[in-house]
């Protein structure tokens, strides 16, 4: 049974990073109806800023964190800006390719830069430091990671369901023309929600050094989650992300340790076609 319970706040803490990543991704494509196929390059990205920041200046992920955030907010409203504004209007597919070139241009730019090999930062505060808790263990930077990203959708979740900002981009989801009849400049929302989104996926990717090696590949799984999460949980639901990403490190947490690793993803996407199809438009679907 202890086991078990070890394995469940393994999957839970990997589960509320997944979510953190998932809730960027979800407010872009929930407002805009707008799928980012660079999401997952975000991350890495963010996850070479915080280790270069660790590498080349000492900076510890734990400061580094916010500059990987602001970073990433900047190249979402770049991304918008100078991609994502020519494509509102235009067939779903037009953004989703001009997404995925970016997304090939990210990864092969770093992998030209920075080569293919998986990089270690070594002596972080939080390091590999655990505590133990009767006789279930901790590791403290993935109990950092997943404690931050819970923190952070809340806060996100708190803007969008509680503030004037927050409704004017509820209404801009749900009409467009309607919000600007209102005076709301959806413009503006557009911009904001795609480097609110960036910058979730930023701060995950930021606080990730910690205990995950950086490659360029890194972030295409995270991306792929992400998808499968806001998925499950339901187009433009923060909730919704939340508990689809719990759900997702759990199952995997299982999968991994009961069965076998390599079955940890099958079992992920078991779960997502078994929710989809129970439930088309996901958990929190309306």
Partial sequence: METFIQVLIDGLLSGMVYALVAAGLCLIWGVMDIINFAHGEYLMIAMY????????????????????????????????????????????????????????????FCMNRFTPNFRILSGTWLGDKTFQLGGLIFPVPQLAAGLLALIVVGIIYLIISTTKFGWAVQATAMDKEAAELMGINTEKIYVLIFGIGGACVGIAGGIMPTYLAVHPEVGSMFGLIAFVCVAMGGFGSIPGALLAGLLVGVVEALAGFYIAPVFKYIAVFALYLAVVFLRPKGIFGW
């Fill in 49 to 108: 800023v915080s280790y270069w920041l660790g590498f080349l200046a000492n900076i510890d992920p734990v400061i580094s964190v916010v500059a990987s955030g602001v970073f990433i907010f900047i190249i979402g409203v770049l991304t918008y800006k100078l991609i994502i504004r020519f494509t509102i209007g235009r067939p779903g597919l037009v953004a989703l390719l001009a997404t995925f070139g970016l997304a090939m241009f990210l990864k092969n």
